[in-house]
């Protein structure tokens, strides 16, 4: 079936350097990826999404590339603060109906 | 701001139990969901409805099942609950027809006994 993987798994980074996760599909009719984030404790919430027309996009620090040939997109995440510690999740949509097939999540560790 | 509520935050249950975990969000979503997250394995999807009274089976749906009687309320059923029934259950909810941000509940954490 369609999944979504998701690497690493934990991504420990000096405070102020810079954060990239990545993320490969296999359903070639996804056309929606959003990155959520997951604070310790709160529920996940969307901080980035793109779609499959738009081939890179940005938000301040944070950025999501899309590469629908390869079938893999990433989240950049630049000038790492203390704030920016927590679990992040990448998913695809399911065919056309929005349905979001997940990652695994990634711990992003920020080190002072 | 949307508002997606959940029961409960913590529930222990007994093996056999039939267990209910609620959901209640207030913006008006056609869409809701109920996942489980457990660590390593992201959120896997177990029923989604598209609209009142409609449901559908997710990638794990054994063990569960659903209700969706009114438009904010979508309510998790656990049968029979067995001890690898015990995880994080997260609700949410979509604007079916616009916007395809999933708003979250804060989770309930199950532990079956």
């Known amino acids: 079936g369609e999944n979504v993987e998701q690497h690493p798994s934990t991504l420990s980074v000096q405070e102020g350097d810079s954060a990239v996760i990545k993320c490969t599909y296999s359903?070639?009719?996804?056309?929606?990826f959003p990155w959520y984030k997951q604070e310790l404790g709160k529920r996940p919430q969307l901080i980035i999404d793109i779609r499959s027309n738009v081939g890179e996009k940005k938000d301040q620090r944070i950025a999501v590339t899309l590469n629908k040939t390869a079938k893999h997109f990433s989240l950049h995440i630049t000038e790492t603060q203390p704030e920016d510690s927590a679990v992040y999740f990448c998913a695809a949509s399911k065919g056309s109906n929005y349905q979001l097939i997940w990652g695994a999540g990634t711990k992003l560790i920020i080190k002072p | 701001d949307v508002k997606v509520t959940q029961s409960s935050r913590y529930l222990v249950k007994r093996t056999g139990e039939k267990v209910f975990l609620e959901c209640v969000q207030d913006m008006d979503h056609e869409n809701m969901f109920w996942y489980r997250q457990d660590p390593g394995l992201g959120l896997r999807l177990i029923y989604f409805s598209y609209d009142v009274k409609m449901k559908e089976k997710g990638d794990i749906p054994e063990g569960y099942s659903v209700s969706r009687e009114k438009k904010e309320r979508f309510s998790l059923i656990l049968e029979s609950a067995s001890t690898n029934q015990t995880s994080m259950y997260l609700c949410?909810?979509?604007?079916?027809?616009?916007?395809?941000?999933?708003?979250f509940g804060p989770g309930t954490r199950l532990t079956v006994t």
């Open positions: 949410a909810s979509r604007d079916g027809l616009r916007l395809y941000e999933q708003y």
């Open positions: 359903d070639s009719a996804s056309n929606y």
